[in-house]
C-alpha cells in the first residue's frame, strides 16, 4: 500500500528508536497547531462577532506570544538530547572504516585482521530469487550485534553518504575529511541503505547491504579471512 511507504522502517538500533520517538512527538505537537489553527479560521469566517472600536487585548497578545515559545521548547528540549545521544561515543569496541568511489563502496577493519573488501551491486543477472534488486551487493559488511561499533567514512572522489535507514546513521563521506558515526545494532538481521548524496550518473547504484551476526560468529569470520 502506498500510505505504508511513508512509515520509517523497523528501528533495529536505540538510536533508531529514539529518532522514531522524537519524530512522532514533534508529530503530535504540529498536528494540535494545525487543528487549533484551522478551528480558529473557521470560526473568525463563520460568526459575525466583530467590534470595529478594538484597540488592544493585552491578555490574547499574552497568550499568542507564550504559547509558542512553550511549544518551541517542548520540541527544542528532546531534540537537544538526541543530537547529544547521535553525537556521544562510547568507547567503541571496533572501529571500521568505510570509504565511497564512483560508484562502490571499500571497507576495511584495520582494529583487529587487515581485512579489505570492495563492495559492488549485484547485477541484475546475477540475482538470486531471495535477493534484492539495487540493494544486494557482492560483499556485505559484516558487523557484531550488541557491539559499540565506530564507523569512519571518507571518499576518494566526490562526497557520497553512507546511510541505513533502520540503524538510525547517516553520515557523509567527504574527499579530504575523515567523518565519525557511532552505531550499536540490537538485533541480527540484513540492513540495507543506499548513499544519499547525488553523486553522479550511477548515484543510484552504490547500495550498502550490512550483516549483523553475533559475536561468535564475527570471531570467526575474522579469522577465516
Request: with cysteine.
Amino acid at each position: 500500500m502506498k500510505w505504508m511507504n511513508l512509515m520509517f522502517q523497523d528501528p533495529a538500533s536505540p538510536m533508531m528508536e529514539q529518532l522514531i520517538t522524537l519524530h512522532d512527538h514533534i508529530m503530535m505537537i504540529l498536528t494540535l497547531i494545525t487543528m487549533m489553527v484551522m478551528y480558529m479560521m473557521y470560526s473568525i469566517l463563520m460568526n459575525k462577532m466583530i467590534n470595529r472600536f478594538l484597540m488592544e487585548g493585552q491578555m490574547i497578545e499574552f497568550i499568542w506570544t507564550i504559547t509558542p515559545a512553550i511549544m518551541l521548547i517542548l520540541i527544542a528540549m528532546p531534540s537537544l538530547k538526541t543530537l547529544y545521544m547521535i553525537e556521544e561515543s562510547n568507547k567503541p569496541m571496533l572501529t571500521i572504516k568505510t570509504i565511497g568511489h564512483q560508484w562502490y563502496w571499500s571497507y576495511e577493519y584495520s582494529d583487529l585482521n587487515k581485512i579489505d573488501m570492495d563492495s559492488y551491486m549485484k547485477p541484475n543477472k546475477e540475482l538470486m530469487n531471495n535477493e534484492m534488486r539495487l540493494l544486494d551487493t557482492d560483499y556485505q559488511m559484516i558487523l557484531p550485534f550488541n557491539t559499540p561499533i565506530r564507523i569512519l567514512t571518507s571518499s576518494l572522489d566526490v562526497i557520497h553518504s553512507w546511510t541505513i535507514p533502520s540503524l538510525g546513521i547517516k553520515i557523509d563521506a567527504s574527499p579530504g575529511r575523515i567523518n565519525q558515526a557511532n552505531m550499536y545494532i540490537n538485533k541480527p538481521g540484513i540492513y540495507y541503505g543506499q548513499c544519499s548524496e547525488i553523486c553522479g550518473t550511477n548515484h543510484s547504484f552504490m547500495p550498502i547491504m550490512a550483516e549483523a551476526i553475533n559475536i561468535n560468529m564475527f570471531m570467526k569470520w575474522l579469522i577465516k579471512n
